[in-house]
């Protein structure tokens, strides 16, 4: 583990190297963002294909239903006829799970490449690394110790947070038109209801984009800039690979909009 550290803690400070030119004593938190960017780059093909499988899984949304009604006595038969009709429309109900599931490896490495004193046993360099002076290893606590809300620190987790909250708000928007554009047919159990608490955990699903702010202030900074940067990939992203679901809603809603006024 620790010659894997100490490859990973090397990645990363060839990459500095390599942006020192452009971002001077920024340029490890440089690297951390390029690091995401590469890593968000490779499983972008996943991501691609996790859109495609949720449209055909909404565009199944219908025949789940009739499923549902039809063996809401038989769950054992209702759940084999939902799989068989996954297998048939080769639709993965995990597929969506994969982009994120391979990203957790590479913020776990930065978490503790950044929390760790040694690495390989010799003493963590990238630890005296810092961006606008807020040390790389440091959290937000560290920062409120050391000079307040409004201290040179602390202004820079002001800045990752007003990021964080517009992301957050641009995904919220997003969830809601997308879930607008394509209602999920609810849960049931064995006696064909709606599952107790899946219609409040939907209406939450929206703001588990603000919940990326807990995230920011615990972690460690270096592992905080990982996440600010692959939130507001997956916003634009997300806004990108489903821009089509979008504009057929906004295209319906204007259809309607005008029937009603005529």
């Given at each position: 583990m620790s010659a894997f550290m100490s490859a990973f803690?090397?990645?990363?400070?060839?990459?500095?190297?390599?942006?020192?030119?452009?971002?001077?004593g920024a340029s490890t938190a440089?690297?951390?963002?390029?690091?995401?960017?590469?890593?968000?780059?490779?499983?972008?093909?996943?991501?691609?294909?996790?859109?495609?499988?949720?449209?055909?899984?909404?565009?199944?949304?219908?025949?789940?239903?009739e499923l549902r009604k039809k063996?809401?006595?038989?769950?054992?038969?209702?759940?084999?006829?939902?799989?068989?009709?996954?297998?048939?429309?080769?639709?993965?109900?995990?597929?969506?799970?994969?982009?994120?599931l391979l990203q957790m490896p590479a913020f776990f490495l930065l978490y503790h490449l950044?929390?760790?004193g040694s690495i390989g046993g010799e003493p963590n360099a990238l630890l005296s690394h810092d961006l606008l002076g807020a040390p790389l290893g440091g959290r937000w606590h560290d920062a409120l110790a050391a000079g307040g809300v409004f201290g040179g620190n602390g202004l820079v987790y002001l800045g990752l947070f007003a990021l964080v909250l517009a992301v957050a708000t641009f995904s919220y928007r997003l969830t809601r038109r997308q879930m607008a554009a394509n209602p999920m047919t609810p849960?049931?159990?064995?006696?064909?209801?709606?599952l107790p608490g899946m219609g409040a955990m939907v209406k939450m699903m929206p703001l588990l984009s603000f919940a990326?702010?807990?995230?920011?202030?615990?972690?460690?900074?270096?592992?905080a800039l990982y996440v600010v940067t692959t939130t507001a990939w997956s916003a634009?992203?997300?806004?990108?690979?489903y821009r089509d679901v979008y504009r057929d809603r906004d295209t319906a809603a204007s259809g309607g909009a005008m029937a009603t006024a005529a």
């Open positions: 803690a090397n990645l990363v400070g060839s990459l500095a190297d390599l942006l020192q030119p452009l971002f001077h440089a690297a951390i963002v390029l690091f995401t960017a590469l890593v968000r780059l490779a499983v972008h093909p996943l991501s691609r294909a996790a859109a495609r499988g949720q449209k055909a899984r909404t565009r199944l949304q219908p025949q789940i239903a063996h809401g006595k038989n769950p054992e038969r209702m759940q084999k006829a939902i799989m068989e009709l996954h297998a048939a429309e080769k639709v993965s109900p995990l597929s969506g799970c994969l982009p994120s950044f929390s760790s849960a049931t159990g064995p006696d064909g209801q709606p990326t702010l807990i995230t920011v202030a615990v972690v460690p900074l270096a592992a634009v992203e997300r806004a990108w690979l």
